[in-house]
């Protein structure tokens, strides 16, 4: 069965630090990776996702395939990034598994 | 519109209840789906219907119903629940139900169960 773990439950930077949030999948087959995002008192919406290669809000992710990783990466963080970040797979089901999902906090 | 709505934003019940939640979206999406997401823990899938069809029930008790009446509409009937079932519960919505799509999520109806 597919899996995502993220492995941090909390990760707390300072204003203008790299971020990295963690995310580690098991399947066999060929994944869809997203990151979706929850800002305070909003609703759950999609970040970027890997087949895209974009870079939204600064943020860029990539799929290593050998590492079964898809990492979240921002070179200078911002307060307004604090939020949840949930990485989620789909494996054509049309159906997301989410991982336990990390608590970025950016301190000023 | 370019969001997905959901009623009410809050519902307390007794366990002898029936109550239905429900879900709108407005963006022609063909792909509509239902999760449950527990305090700190991430939204778990419980039901996808595509082409208003039902594809995936995630063997959910049968307390929890579902139904697409048409394919703007997703309703959860609620009956003769318990109070674990106390959750958030979160419609989202696609363009095709394919696994690239992106996911639009409504803001939850937060359920209490007494």
């Known amino acids: 069965a597919q899996r995502v773990t993220q492995p941090e439950k909390l990760l707390s930077v300072f204003k203008g630090a790299p971020v990295e949030l963690k995310c580690n999948y098991s399947?066999?087959?060929?994944?869809?990776l997203f990151w979706y995002v929850q800002y305070s008192r909003q609703r759950l919406q999609l970040l970027l996702r890997h087949i895209s290669r974009e870079s939204i809000k600064g943020f860029t992710a990539d799929l290593n395939k050998g590492e079964t990783s898809f990492h979240l990466k921002k070179p200078f963080a911002q307060e307004e990034d604090s939020a949840m970040y949930y990485c989620?797979?789909?494996?054509?089901?049309?159906?997301?598994?989410f991982g336990s999902g990390t608590r970025l906090q950016v301190q000023p | 519109d370019t969001e997905v709505t959901q009623t009410p934003k809050h519902l307390v019940m007794g366990m002898t209840n029936k109550k239905s939640l429900k879900c709108e979206q407005h963006?022609?999406?063909?792909?509509m789906y239902w999760y449950k997401q527990k305090a700190k823990k991430p939204p778990e899938l419980m039901f996808v219907?595509?082409?208003?069809?039902?594809?995936i029930n995630e063997s959910v008790p049968s307390r929890f119903s579902p139904e697409c009446p048409n394919s703007s509409l997703l309703n959860l009937h609620l009956h003769a629940l318990q109070p674990e079932d106390s959750a958030l519960y979160l419609c989202?919505?696609?363009?095709?139900?394919?696994?690239?799509?992106?996911?639009?999520f409504g803001p939850g109806t937060r359920l209490t169960v007494l």
């Open positions: 989202a919505s696609s363009q095709t139900g394919q696994g690239t799509d992106t996911q639009y």
């Open positions: 989620a797979l789909d494996t054509g089901r049309r159906a997301l598994t």
């Open positions: 399947y066999s087959g060929s994944p869809e």
């Open positions: 219907y595509s082409y208003e069809k039902l594809s």
């Open positions: 963006m022609g999406h063909r792909a």
